[in-house]
C-alpha cells in the first residue's frame, strides 16, 4: 500500500499579499504588538512602496531614537511619568535570537531599545550608508544634493541634527566598533563637513526662502558639529573645515565649554604644552586665521 503525498509547495497552499504602499505598512505597524513582528517590518519598511524619502526617514529617526542609550534609560525616560513607568517595569518577555541560537529575557525598556536598534541598523543601510545616487559618491551621499529650497530637506535636516548630535539629551552614537558605525562615521564625516560649507554660504535675494533658512541653520547648529567631532575623537578634521574671525569664536567656545565641564583651570597655551589635541588645533587655526587676516589686509592696502 502507497501513501500519497501532495506535491505542492507548502506555500503554494497559503494566501500570500505583498505590502502594496508606505500607509499600508504604517497600518500593520499600528496593528502589531509583537517585537519579533515590529522588527520583521522595520527590516521592510524602508522599501514599502512609495518613494517619500522623507516620510520614512522621519519615521525611522523617531524609531531610532535612543538606540544607544545604557543603564536602563530609553528615550521613554525623557518624561517623568513614562520614565518611572519603563524603569521600575520588571516585566520580563522571552525573544529567541539566532546568533548566538539562544533564548534571553527582555524587560520592557530592553525590547523597545532592540526594535530601536532595528531601525537603526536599516538607517544605516537604506540611509546613512545607501543613499548614493548617479551625482553622488560614498564620500559624498547623493542626498546631499537635495539641500534645495523644500521644506522636507529642512526638516529632515532639523532631524539629522538632533539625531547626531551627542549633546541632544539622547545618545544615538554607538560605543560598539562595528560595521554600523563605520557607516555612521563616513556619513558624518560628509555631513559635518557639507554643513559646515552650506553656512559658510552668502544667502542672495535670488535664493528660495527655504534654501536661505537652510543656511542659517547650518551656521547657527556648528557648535552642534563641534560637539558630533568631539564625540567621534575627530579633533584633526578640525583643520579641513574653514575657519575666519567669525567662525572661530564657535570652536574657542566649545573648548571653554570642555575646559569648564573638566573643572580645569588652564590657558589653552598651557593645555597645548601639555599635549591636549582640541588646544593645540585651536592655537593652530587662530594662526591660520590671523595668517589670513593679514594677508587679505596687504591685498587691499
Known sequence: MTTETSSRHPLLEKKIIGIASWEQWLKRWQDVTTAEELISLLHYGFDAGGSDIYAKAT???GIADGHAERDGKFIGSRSDDAGRQYRTDGMQTSLRRSNPPQEYDYTSVELRR???KKAWEVLCVKFFGGWVSNQGSRANPGW????GGREQDLELLKLLFDFLDPKHGINNLPTDEDHHRKV???FMQAFI????NVGERSIYPGDAQKLGDIILLCRESRPRLLNMISSLGWENMLLKLSFDDRTLPYLEAQVAAWNKQQM???TLEEWAAQGYKPAQTVLLLRNQVRVERM???KKAA
Not at 563637513?193 to 559646515?196: E, G, L, P
Open 193 to 196: 563637513k557639507t554643513a559646515w
Open 264 to 266: 580645569w583651570n588652564r
Open 295 to 297: 594677508r587679505k589686509k
Open 184 to 186: 555612521l562615521e563616513n
Open 114 to 116: 532592540l526594535i530601536a
Open 144 to 147: 546631499f544634493h537635495y539641500w
Open 59 to 61: 519615521f525611522y529617526f
